[in-house]
């Protein structure tokens, strides 16, 4: 069984920054698509951001120069660097790990941008 452990979520301050984690464990980290999206109260949950197993990364329009994906395969983590976070990034974060059929989610960390 995959478990995605999200962390590093909290209350920032508008410009603020803050780093979220997501550790996997159960499976070969290495070969799996890791997404995060989040989702807004009353909003559809969107993708934020994505990492494939070989490194490229894609992001969502209103997060491109903002916020950044990255993996470590060694310590079975991908994490997100988010800056000059804005009050319409508050949002509940969740981890994604997909591989062909199988996909596993997170259970969410709550990011709050509030002065």
């Known amino acids: 069984q995959v478990q995605l452990v999200e962390s590093g979520g909290g209350l920032v301050q508008p410009g603020g920054s803050l780093r979220l984690s997501c550790a996997a464990s159960?499976?070969?980290?290495?070969?799996?698509?890791m997404r995060w999206y989040r989702q807004a109260p009353g909003e559809q949950r969107e993708l934020v951001a994505g990492?494939?197993?070989?490194?490229?990364?894609n992001y969502g329009d209103s997060m491109k120069g903002r916020f950044t994906i990255s993996r470590d395969n060694a310590k079975n983590t991908v994490y997100l660097q988010m800056n000059n976070l804005k009050p319409e990034d508050t949002a509940a974060y969740y981890c994604?790990?997909?591989?062909?059929?199988?996909?596993?989610w997170g259970q969410g960390t709550q990011v709050t941008v509030s002065s």
């Open positions: 994604y790990a997909g591989w062909g059929l199988k996909n596993y």
């Open positions: 159960g499976t070969i980290f290495s070969l799996y698509v």
């Open positions: 990492i494939t197993s070989g490194g490229s990364t």
